[in-house]
């Protein structure tokens, strides 16, 4: 048994998820490749937005993956970095806005006794 929390990403690996569902395997590389192609938004800032969501989603596969995709699609050092940064803000900003729910919360209850 491994020590790891995660897998290394193994082409064994892989390969027994085609395996298993392989249409589903097809469909979601395809799908993957499309969103990834170039269109509105570079290939860059998209994966860019990738490390950013990733570090959000806590995938470490992702992370290690988009941020060399990043890299191979000559992003900075520093963009990859400000991309972080930014997800961790959203990531903060949304506990902060939703505070207002437990805020709502405690007045109803107070309003109750």
Known sequence: MSDLLYPTNT????????????????????????????GALDAKTKQLIAVAVAHVTQCPYCIKGHTKAALRH??????????????????????????????DEMENAAGTD
Not at 11 to 33: C, H, I, N, T, Y
């Open 11 to 38: 082409g064994a690996l892989a390969q027994r998820r085609q395996e298993l569902a392989p249409e589903v395997d097809k469909a979601f590389k395809a799908f993957s490749q499309a969103v990834f192609a170039g």
């Open 74 to 103: 000559k992003a900075s050092e520093a963009e990859i970095m400000e991309a972080i940064w930014v997800a961790s803000e959203m990531r903060a900003g949304a506990a902060f806005a939703h505070s207002l729910l437990a805020l």
